[in-house]
């Protein structure tokens, strides 16, 4: 049986999300939908997928493939009845995914989407939900998600590929091959000003008396985080933030401990990490979760700081340029972007992980910066806005730079080597499917049962 002709079209390799990573097609935590509910599909015992779940993900398609048509609602069914036949197996096989797993995930991801939309409250606005809504509706899809891809981990365990079969899969599909956009690999290290002692000494006195103000001269906290607070996050919501959990809130470490030492009301001590001096009041307890208020003073850098920082920057750059470094070292002995260090100091694409990054989802500033560099060239140091749109210093790494053109062995071996390994692995989830599909219970919807999709499934009362 042939299940994903479609993905073997070479036209839309790149672009498609194959069985390397999720079966079925990733949606939104927050997509919804009002579609009536029924059920259009049973897999073995007691796996369900209702109209109203396929209507979802058919809709999260529709509105990032331009070429989506109703036709893909058959494809999208087949492979949400794939994750829920992988579910069964894994039950058959004892491939367990623990409650702290799935809460990790679900964090890790509430984290991302939080990004997107700016801070948690701008997403609970948008969504129409709370964090606390958001995860009890998305706890067990989360944990199903988790347990597909263990699943696969374990069917694809020894699917290797070698480089005869990245030659073969290539010479067999030159003439299709997917045309690239122009691309480049770069990095940069950064290195935050550091303060001077008088400034520090400023941000302390600052919050002491913010405290004392509110401690002793009775002042609302809420009202004094909106006059001083430097945390654009929640200033404007009074400093608070609800539902934060004592073990995945992925905030610092010394604040979250200090937070949850507080009853509700109390007001701490001062604290310092890296963001700068904050005083928190704790708002409400809800066992390894709360809602809470914090004031943060950052400690304010002079020119005299930043001028520190470039001619830091400046003594590395020679440096690199004279050999004595080469970058991954530098980025591990100088940079102050701890995440950096993850990565060997390559920015990476948050959507795929690849350090290969399209030219036309840098910010101006970068592409400025890079305008007039060689590969293997560094930038002279210089201050710029960061994520978090405060000042600090870098300098920037070209390594490589591709022009728009025909994937091809010579420049793209490692995007080849990835969808030569993608259809070895297809394959090998084919012939699983067609070799334990006829020992499952099946029930697909009337309306659905004409689909090509299933033209050779054994489908119970077709």
Known sequence: MKFYNRIFSLSGMLKVCVLAGVLFTSVSLFAQTESADKIVAIVGKDKIILQSE???????????????????????????????????????????????????????????????????????????????????????????????????????????????????FYNKNADSMPFLPASIEIGQIVIDPPVSREMDDYARKTIDGIRKEIVEGGKSFETMAIMNSDDPGSRDNGGRY???????????????????????????????????????????????????????????????????????????????ISGKLDFPAAVGKYSTDDNAKLTGGMITDPQTGSSDIDISKLDPAMVLTIDSLQPGGYSQPQVYLNEQNEKSCRIVYLKSRTKPHRANLADDYSKLEELALQQKRMQKMEDWIEEKL?????????????????????????
Not at 106 to 122: D, N, T, V, W
Not at 281 to 300: F, N, P, S
Not at 438 to 460: G, I, R
């Open 54 to 168: 396929l209507d979802m993900q058919a809709n999260e398609l529709k509105s990032h493939d331009p070429n989506y048509n109703d036709n893909m609602k058959c494809q999208i069914l087949q492979n949400m009845i794939l994750q829920k036949l992988l579910v069964e197996q894994a039950e058959r096989d004892s491939v367990i995914v623990t409650d702290d797993e799935a809460e990790t995930e679900l964090e890790k991801k509430l984290r991302y989407f939080i990004s997107m939309y700016g801070s948690k409250e701008k997403m609970e606005q948008a969504v129409g939900k709370t964090i606390y809504q958001i995860k009890e509706e998305n706890r067990e899809l989360v944990k199903e998600q988790l347990i597909v891809q263990k699943m696969q981990s374990q069917i694809f365990q020894n699917v290797k590929i070698t480089p005869g079969e990245v030659r073969t």
């Open 438 to 462: 006829p020992s499952y219970y099946l029930k697909v919807d009337p309306q659905y049962q004409s689909c090509a999709a299933f033209k050779n499934w054994n489908l119970a009362n077709k």
């Open 242 to 320: 609800n539902d934060v959990s004592r073990t995945n809130s992925g905030m610092d470490p010394t604040f979250v401990n200090t937070a949850f030492k507080l009853q509700n009301g109390e007001v701490s001590q001062v604290i310092k990490t890296k963001f700068g001096y904050h005083i928190i009041q704790m708002v409400q307890r809800k066992g390894d979760e709360a809602d809470i208020r914090h004031i943060l003073i950052r400690q304010k850098r002079t020119s005299e700081d930043f001028k520190a920082a470039l001619e830091r920057l400046d003594t590395v750059r020679a440096a690199l």
